[in-house]
């Protein structure tokens, strides 16, 4: 009875709705220390679940006998570690996410539930006792075998190494005799003797000298490398990096898209003598893992990765590379909704190390940074090599004949570039901007009954899909409503673009570049070197296609329908529309000829298209930064929003009400609130949506107001029929 109790309290997050962590006791003498990060098997509601130690407490909320204990601890040391634990902490209260979403997150699936780590050693065989004592006759016959029982008696081989000497039967053989047996061998350390470098640098020139040398090393600093596509920010990266693994520190490198990956891993892998490892999530469950530990044991030098990566173990990290920084994929946009470039800012703050990003056409908060002197605003004002700045042409479509979206003036440029045996790129705004469905007769058209939304014809798939929710019908033949046989469809899709140009240009290859047709991993490496094996060639592509991919035999854009850019509602939109057209611009015209980008609007006059074809997006980035600094809007305000929907409209709305009367008190000239407002959709797959947007001059006056709606929600009655979350620094609204 008097026995000293050994069972020591911990906080453990585990996959539960609820927004919180949960005590309960390890026995034993584990020191604290060593608790947090490992994984543990609880039993949570009844049900054994994976969850992670995030704290050793003193005190319980519940009374200590109320307290169960673990059922097992999984891990013999911390999986994450004190670093990753603390900057993971810090997201999940910024964001106001859930500290089970954001955790368990952070580790790859296969830890997740619960697997033990990978085995990353190699397998290989040896002598047993009896193979060590064959006699040099004994295997006489069998050549393969004698040959393979030589080689082993030097030391034992890897697997594949034997299966090459003596093939697959002579080792069955010789394992059926209990001549050899498996062993586990360690994988080959990188040798320190070979050079870091495989490929020599190329000489800087001083644009790219001075941004090199302005990034001083071990210790914090942001810096914005500011160039134009082509301008040689990969091999700023590139010789930065080196200088922070001649240091034998490791580097971790962001990417917006998994389709990016295979084209920057080549170029590093070209440019180090070191093990890159990248981690997407296109990766199989069981190798992600591996690459996973191999960051995390430090044997991994470079990670190279998308928006998830930025909560890579890096015990070792010296450096992080955010490139194409503007690009809104870093935002995820449901659940734990971190922006992975933000979070890299403070883990670089917290690590006491450089973060670069770069981008051609920077988001207006890191524009805004490098004004203010936060950031250090690099520039690479000239392409590397010869290439020249792209010639913009206007195209009014007011009143022209279009052929599936194309005006005859498009067409003759077009014509001319292939005929030149060059390459277009024809770039629709986005796969949503698709066909309906419309009735000639009395003017229906395919509504989703989910969403408020048009469905969008599909012909190659004979189907009406909605984009929001995924709804497939079958093509209609007769209009829903009068029974009419004449339906027609208006508007011009991707797939009506590509079916006209490839019947208008029938000797030339049409290669479509869009998220359905680079899914399946390998499918865009593929695709590429199609294009680089054609001469003329037209290539047709969405958002896909500003990421940054290179295509050197493109001369000619073309910007299908600025005007959806110019008109779209959101605060964002001017600055999204102005990156895309300089990214779109930037795809061409990087070889040894010049590009030219032909714009087609109804509004050729529109001041942001001057703007673009001025090429000077420093000009229109301050213009737009203006603007928001008059609507009071980020970066120049701090903006939250909290999101509500429910399956009846008064009941998203009520919960906003609700929570919007007790912040009441808090608003101010520093603090505004707006809303309930219906979403810019306000209907999607049934459900209706709602936002309540929060406003501060200061951070600190945002934060614990979201804190107290969190707490509140959780209580409110009306919140039972609302799926509700925060969306600290929202890219959309
Ligand atoms: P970005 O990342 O800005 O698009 P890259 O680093 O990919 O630019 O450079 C574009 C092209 O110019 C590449 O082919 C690269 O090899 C070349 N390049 C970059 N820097 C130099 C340099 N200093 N000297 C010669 N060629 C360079
Ligand atoms: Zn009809
Ligand atoms: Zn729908």
Known sequence: MNQPDTRQIVRVAVPSPLPRLFDYTVAGEQPATTLPGRRVCVNFGRRPCVGVI??????????????????????????????????????????????????????????????????????????????????????????????????????????????????????????????????????????????????????????????????????????????????????????????????????????????????????????FNVDIVTLNSSVAAVEKCRRWQRAASGAARIVLGT??????????????????????????????????????????????????????????????????????????????????????????????????????????????????????????????????????????????????????VHLRQRALVCHHCDLRRPLARRCDSCGSDSLTTVGEGTQQTEEWLAQRFPEVPVMRIDRDSTRRQGAFEKLYAQVDASDAALLIGTQMLAKGHHFPKVTLAVIVDADSGLFAADFRAHERFAQLMLQVAGRSGRGALAGRVVVQSHQPDHPLLEAIAGGDYCAIGNGLLSQRQLGDMPPYRHLAVVRAEAARADQAEALLAELRRSCEPYRSAQLELLGPLPASQEKRADRYRYILQISAVERSALHPLLAHCAALAAQLPVARHCRWTIDVDPLEL
Do not use: M
């Open 54 to 271: 995030v704290d050793v407490v003193e005190q319980s909320e519940l009374d200590s006998d109320k307290l169960k204990n673990v059922e097992a601890l999984l891990d013999a040391a911390p999986l994450l570690d004190v670093e990753l634990l603390a900057l993971l902490q810090w997201a999940q209260r910024y964001y106001h996410a859930n500290p089970g979403e954001v955790l368990l997150g952070a580790l790859p699936p296969h830890l997740r539930d619960g697997a033990e780590l990978v085995d990353s050693s190699i397998a290989g065989w040896q002598l047993t006792t009896l193979g060590n004592g064959l006699t040099a006759a004994s295997l006489k016959r069998a050549a393969k075998q004698q040959a393979a029982v030589a080689a082993l008696s030097a030391g034992p081989l890897t697997h594949s190494a034997l299966l090459e000497l003596a093939g697959a039967s002579a080792i069955k053989a010789l394992r059926d005799k209990q001549l050899i047996g498996a062993v586990s061998l360690a994988p080959t350390p990188t040798d320190d003797d070979q050079p870091l470098l495989a490929e020599p640098a190329l000489t800087l020139n001083s644009d790219q000298q001075r941004a090199l040398d302005a990034v001083a090393l071990n210790r914090y600093s942001c810096s914005l490398l500011h160039g134009v596509t082509g301008s040689g920010k990969t091999e700023v990266y590139l010789q930065l990096i080196e200088r922070v693994l001649a240091g034998g520190q490791q580097v971790l490198l962001l990417i917006p898209e998994i389709s990016l990956t295979a084209q920057t891993e080549q170029r590093f892998r070209s440019r």
């Open 307 to 456: 928006r998830s990566a930025v909560f890579a173990p890096l015990p070792e990290l010296g450096l992080i590379v955010v490139d194409e920084e503007h690009d809104s994929s870093f935002k995820q946009h449901e659940g734990f909704r971190y922006h992975a470039r933000d979070v890299a800012a403070v883990r670089a703050h917290r690590l006491a190390i450089p973060l670069l990003l770069g981008s051609a056409t920077p988001a207006l908060e890191s524009l805004h940074n490098a004004n203010s002197g936060r950031y250090r605003y690099l520039a690479l004002p000239e392409r590397a090599g010869a290439a020249l700045p792209p010639q913009w042409q206007w195209v009014d479509l007011r009143g022209a004949a279009l052929n599936a979206g194309i005006a005859s003036d498009t067409e003759q440029a077009i014509e001319q570039a292939l005929r030149a045996g060059q390459q277009v790129l024809v770039f629709l705004n986005r796969r949503g901007f698709a066909p309906a469905l419309l009735c000639h007769s009395c003017g229906w058209n395919a509504q989703c009954p989910h969403c408020d939304s048009r469905l969008t």
